[in-house]
Protein backbone atom coordinates (compact mmCIF):
# COMPACT_ATOMS: atom_id res chain seq x y z
CA UNK A 1 0.00 0.00 0.00
CA UNK A 2 1.13 3.19 -0.67
CA UNK A 3 1.98 5.51 1.99
CA UNK A 4 1.36 8.67 0.33
CA UNK A 5 -2.20 7.76 0.21
CA UNK A 6 -2.61 6.45 3.50
CA UNK A 7 -2.78 10.47 5.46
CA UNK A 8 -5.75 11.37 7.29
CA UNK A 9 -7.95 14.24 8.52
CA UNK A 10 -10.02 15.50 11.25
CA UNK A 11 -13.62 15.14 12.58
CA UNK A 12 -15.79 16.61 8.74
CA UNK A 13 -18.47 17.84 10.70
CA UNK A 14 -17.36 19.57 14.41
CA UNK A 15 -18.69 17.15 16.70
CA UNK A 16 -18.99 17.02 20.86
CA UNK A 17 -21.00 16.13 23.44
CA UNK A 18 -23.86 17.87 22.79
CA UNK A 19 -25.21 15.35 20.06
CA UNK A 20 -27.65 13.53 20.49
CA UNK A 21 -26.91 9.92 21.79
CA UNK A 22 -27.13 7.17 19.62
CA UNK A 23 -28.82 4.54 21.16
CA UNK A 24 -27.52 2.16 21.07
CA UNK A 25 -25.18 2.76 19.00
CA UNK A 26 -23.67 -0.21 16.98
CA UNK A 27 -19.54 -0.74 16.52
CA UNK A 28 -17.52 -2.86 14.05
CA UNK A 29 -14.19 -3.65 13.34
CA UNK A 30 -13.25 -4.18 9.88
CA UNK A 31 -9.48 -5.47 8.37
CA UNK A 32 -9.53 -4.94 4.61
CA UNK A 33 -10.72 -8.52 3.66
CA UNK A 34 -13.70 -7.98 5.88
CA UNK A 35 -17.54 -8.00 4.36
CA UNK A 36 -18.78 -4.57 4.52
CA UNK A 37 -15.27 -2.54 4.54
CA UNK A 38 -15.33 -1.48 0.73
CA UNK A 39 -18.61 0.60 1.80
CA UNK A 40 -17.15 2.14 4.99
CA UNK A 41 -13.75 3.00 3.02
CA UNK A 42 -16.06 4.92 0.53
CA UNK A 43 -18.15 6.78 3.38
CA UNK A 44 -14.56 8.35 4.33
CA UNK A 45 -12.92 8.71 1.36
CA UNK A 46 -16.34 10.88 0.34
CA UNK A 47 -16.14 12.76 3.40
CA UNK A 48 -12.54 13.60 3.05
CA UNK A 49 -13.41 14.71 -0.82
CA UNK A 50 -16.46 16.82 0.37
CA UNK A 51 -14.38 18.53 2.98
CA UNK A 52 -10.47 18.92 1.55
CA UNK A 53 -10.84 17.86 -2.14
CA UNK A 54 -8.55 15.36 -0.81
CA UNK A 55 -8.59 11.91 -2.99
CA UNK A 56 -8.04 8.83 -0.37
CA UNK A 57 -7.59 5.57 -2.14
CA UNK A 58 -5.81 3.60 0.78
CA UNK A 59 -6.78 3.43 4.68
CA UNK A 60 -5.59 2.18 7.67
CA UNK A 61 -5.13 -1.70 7.94
CA UNK A 62 -8.35 -1.65 10.67
CA UNK A 63 -11.55 0.87 10.32
CA UNK A 64 -13.80 1.02 13.56
CA UNK A 65 -16.96 2.04 12.57
CA UNK A 66 -20.05 3.62 14.42
CA UNK A 67 -23.64 2.87 13.27
CA UNK A 68 -27.18 4.17 13.97
CA UNK A 69 -30.70 3.71 12.38
CA UNK A 70 -28.63 1.29 9.69
CA UNK A 71 -26.05 4.44 8.55
CA UNK A 72 -22.66 4.95 9.22
CA UNK A 73 -22.23 7.62 11.57
CA UNK A 74 -18.90 8.07 12.21
CA UNK A 75 -15.33 6.10 11.06
CA UNK A 76 -11.65 5.88 12.42
CA UNK A 77 -8.78 4.02 11.25
CA UNK A 78 -6.05 2.32 12.91
CA UNK A 79 -2.19 1.16 12.71
CA UNK A 80 -0.08 -0.52 15.09
CA UNK A 81 3.21 0.64 15.18
CA UNK A 82 4.73 -2.88 16.57
CA UNK A 83 3.30 -4.43 12.78
CA UNK A 84 4.55 -2.09 10.24
CA UNK A 85 5.89 1.50 9.86
CA UNK A 86 3.15 4.61 10.89
CA UNK A 87 2.36 7.39 8.36
CA UNK A 88 3.37 9.96 11.24
CA UNK A 89 6.55 9.07 10.56
CA UNK A 90 7.06 10.81 7.70
CA UNK A 91 7.01 14.13 9.80
CA UNK A 92 9.40 13.07 12.21
CA UNK A 93 13.23 12.77 12.58
CA UNK A 94 12.94 9.66 14.74
CA UNK A 95 11.11 6.37 15.08
CA UNK A 96 7.66 7.05 17.07
CA UNK A 97 9.17 5.48 20.00
CA UNK A 98 12.23 7.54 20.54
CA UNK A 99 10.32 11.14 19.98
CA UNK A 100 7.77 9.84 22.51
CA UNK A 101 10.46 8.68 25.09
CA UNK A 102 12.70 12.39 24.46
CA UNK A 103 9.24 14.32 24.79
CA UNK A 104 7.73 11.96 27.81
CA UNK A 105 11.79 11.66 29.15
CA UNK A 106 9.89 7.51 29.83
CA UNK A 107 10.76 4.57 28.01
CA UNK A 108 8.56 3.89 25.37
CA UNK A 109 7.95 0.04 23.55
CA UNK A 110 7.22 0.53 20.20
CA UNK A 111 4.22 -2.41 20.38
CA UNK A 112 3.08 -0.22 22.60
CA UNK A 113 1.99 2.83 20.06
CA UNK A 114 -1.29 2.83 17.72
CA UNK A 115 -1.86 5.65 14.91
CA UNK A 116 -5.32 6.65 14.63
CA UNK A 117 -6.23 7.93 11.03
CA UNK A 118 -8.76 8.48 8.35
CA UNK A 119 -11.24 10.07 11.19
CA UNK A 120 -15.04 11.50 9.89
CA UNK A 121 -18.07 11.84 11.32
CA UNK A 122 -21.41 12.93 9.87
CA UNK A 123 -23.49 12.88 13.07
CA UNK A 124 -23.14 15.51 15.97
CA UNK A 125 -21.76 13.20 18.85
CA UNK A 126 -20.41 10.90 16.33
CA UNK A 127 -16.92 11.03 17.29
CA UNK A 128 -17.44 11.32 20.64
CA UNK A 129 -18.45 8.11 21.35
CA UNK A 130 -16.54 6.56 18.63
CA UNK A 131 -13.80 7.48 20.53
CA UNK A 132 -15.12 6.77 23.98
CA UNK A 133 -15.31 3.17 22.60
CA UNK A 134 -11.73 3.72 20.91
CA UNK A 135 -10.38 4.53 24.60
CA UNK A 136 -12.22 1.22 26.09
CA UNK A 137 -10.55 -0.82 22.71
CA UNK A 138 -7.62 0.45 23.12
CA UNK A 139 -7.46 -0.48 27.17
CA UNK A 140 -8.67 -3.91 26.38
CA UNK A 141 -5.94 -4.33 23.73
CA UNK A 142 -3.11 -3.42 25.89
CA UNK A 143 -1.68 -0.31 24.08
CA UNK A 144 -0.16 3.01 25.72
CA UNK A 145 -0.30 5.21 23.19
CA UNK A 146 -2.45 6.53 20.76
CA UNK A 147 -1.03 9.07 18.17
CA UNK A 148 -3.18 11.20 15.92
CA UNK A 149 -2.59 13.75 13.14
CA UNK A 150 -4.79 16.03 14.38
CA UNK A 151 -6.75 19.34 12.90
CA UNK A 152 -8.07 22.18 14.96
CA UNK A 153 -11.56 19.91 15.10
CA UNK A 154 -10.02 17.16 16.28
CA UNK A 155 -7.60 18.95 19.24
CA UNK A 156 -11.03 20.31 20.39
CA UNK A 157 -12.42 17.18 20.50
CA UNK A 158 -9.28 15.69 22.12
CA UNK A 159 -9.01 18.60 24.76
CA UNK A 160 -12.88 17.53 25.48
CA UNK A 161 -11.82 14.15 26.52
CA UNK A 162 -7.87 14.53 27.61
CA UNK A 163 -6.34 16.10 29.77
CA UNK A 164 -2.77 16.11 28.75
CA UNK A 165 -2.64 15.72 24.86
CA UNK A 166 1.23 15.91 23.40
CA UNK A 167 2.00 18.00 21.01
CA UNK A 168 4.81 16.11 19.03
CA UNK A 169 5.32 18.35 15.77
CA UNK A 170 3.59 20.05 13.28
CA UNK A 171 2.65 17.71 10.30
CA UNK A 172 4.79 19.25 7.40
CA UNK A 173 2.62 18.03 3.79
CA UNK A 174 5.75 19.60 2.49
CA UNK A 175 7.27 16.06 3.78
CA UNK A 176 4.86 13.75 1.57
CA UNK A 177 6.71 15.17 -1.92
CA UNK A 178 4.46 14.09 -4.98
CA UNK A 179 1.84 12.91 -2.10
CA UNK A 180 1.32 16.24 -1.13
CA UNK A 181 -0.96 16.77 -3.85
CA UNK A 182 -3.78 14.16 -3.24
CA UNK A 183 -4.64 16.35 -0.06
CA UNK A 184 -6.34 19.11 -1.69
CA UNK A 185 -6.66 21.94 1.61
CA UNK A 186 -6.18 19.37 4.48
CA UNK A 187 -2.55 20.62 5.31
CA UNK A 188 -4.05 24.41 5.10
CA UNK A 189 -5.66 23.30 8.38
CA UNK A 190 -2.07 23.49 10.04
CA UNK A 191 -2.76 20.05 11.85
CA UNK A 192 -0.37 18.75 14.44
CA UNK A 193 0.74 15.28 15.36
CA UNK A 194 -0.26 14.59 18.62
CA UNK A 195 -0.15 11.85 21.17
CA UNK A 196 -2.69 10.29 24.15
CA UNK A 197 -1.35 8.41 26.89
CA UNK A 198 -4.37 5.77 26.95
CA UNK A 199 -4.18 4.65 30.62
CA UNK A 200 -3.81 7.83 32.32
CA UNK A 201 -6.59 9.73 30.10
CA UNK A 202 -8.98 6.31 30.71
CA UNK A 203 -8.26 6.78 34.49
CA UNK A 204 -9.44 10.17 34.37
CA UNK A 205 -12.19 9.51 32.14
CA UNK A 206 -13.23 7.12 35.02
CA UNK A 207 -13.70 9.34 37.83
CA UNK A 208 -16.81 10.69 35.66
CA UNK A 209 -20.04 8.92 36.72
CA UNK A 210 -21.98 9.70 33.16
CA UNK A 211 -18.55 8.39 30.58
CA UNK A 212 -17.84 5.84 33.25
CA UNK A 213 -21.10 4.62 33.15
CA UNK A 214 -20.35 4.31 28.86
CA UNK A 215 -17.19 3.05 29.13
CA UNK A 216 -18.63 0.13 30.88
CA UNK A 217 -21.41 -0.23 28.97
CA UNK A 218 -18.82 -0.56 26.09
CA UNK A 219 -16.44 -3.05 28.08
CA UNK A 220 -17.57 -6.33 26.76
CA UNK A 221 -17.60 -5.28 23.30
CA UNK A 222 -14.21 -3.49 23.73
CA UNK A 223 -12.56 -6.88 24.48
CA UNK A 224 -13.82 -8.35 21.55
CA UNK A 225 -12.97 -5.80 19.26
CA UNK A 226 -9.32 -5.98 20.46
CA UNK A 227 -9.57 -9.70 19.32
CA UNK A 228 -10.10 -8.50 15.89
CA UNK A 229 -6.96 -5.67 16.15
CA UNK A 230 -4.66 -8.14 17.73
CA UNK A 231 -4.90 -10.98 14.87
CA UNK A 232 -5.17 -7.89 12.07
CA UNK A 233 -2.48 -8.08 9.07
CA UNK A 234 -0.10 -5.65 8.42
CA UNK A 235 -1.25 -3.80 5.43
CA UNK A 236 2.23 -1.62 4.07
Given amino acids: MSLESCQYAGAVEPVGPSGPIL ?10 Y ?3 RHALEGYIAAKFATTYGARIRHFLPCLLALRGADQT ?17 QYLDEPIEQRLAS ?8 HQVVEIGNLVATSRGGSLYLFLMLAELLHAAGLTWAIFTATPEVQQLLGKLAREPLALCEA ?3 RLGDGLSEWGSY ?16 ARLLRLPAIRSMLDAY ?6 LAQVLRRAPAWN
Fill in 34 to 36: DSG
Fill in 219 to 224: ATEAQS
Fill in 187 to 202: YETRPVVTAINVPAER
Fill in 23 to 32: APPLFDLLTP
Fill in 172 to 174: DGR
Fill in 103 to 110: VTLQPVER
Fill in 73 to 89: RAALGLRRAGQESLFLE
